[in-house]
């Protein structure tokens, strides 16, 4: 899997549902009316980098703690194999999008990797997803 499919494969943004009171809503719909922002989304994403902001280090602290690996990894046939190799397996912790090329099969998908648990998502062949789900953790 080239990067360039994983980037048409995986949307830059997901869509989430959020149920609001109508007071709330009803301010949030003046300071978009005043020009605050440019619409609801506009609104809700920047409260949510905000806090994003606010919590950045109990973030930061949290990724090293759990050794996440932040943005995208790539785990190539090549990485896999050299692993196997070594006699060692991987725990894949990922904060973003983790990624298995199409060429790793599914057999050297179980032989090098011991756990995934990523908070993003997480693209792999249909078989190989199938033949790492007792690994996969949410």
């Known amino acids: 899997m080239k990067l360039a499919n994983v980037q048409q494969k995986l949307p830059d943004s997901d869509k989430v549902t959020v149920n609001v009171g109508l007071v709330d809503l009803a301010q949030v719909d003046l300071l978009v ?3 605050f922002y440019s619409n609801r989304t506009d ?6 980098r905000n806090q ?18 932040m943005g995208l990894h790539r785990y190539s046939r090549h990485e896999l194999e050299q692993v196997v190799a070594a006699g060692q397996q991987l ?14 099969t599914p ?19 249909p078989a190989t997803r199938e033949a790492l789900a007792d690994r996969i953790h949410t």
């Open 91 to 104: 725990d894949i912790h990922v904060l973003g999008l983790a990624a298995i090329d199409d060429d790793v």
């Open 43 to 48: 609104f809700v994403r920047t409260a949510i």
């Open 33 to 35: 009316a005043e020009g």
């Open 52 to 69: 994003l902001q606010v919590h950045g280090e109990a973030i930061r602290q949290t990724v090293l703690r759990k050794r996440y690996v």
């Open 107 to 125: 057999a050297l998908a179980q032989a090098a990797i011991a756990s995934v648990q990523v908070l993003g998502a997480f693209i792999a062949a």
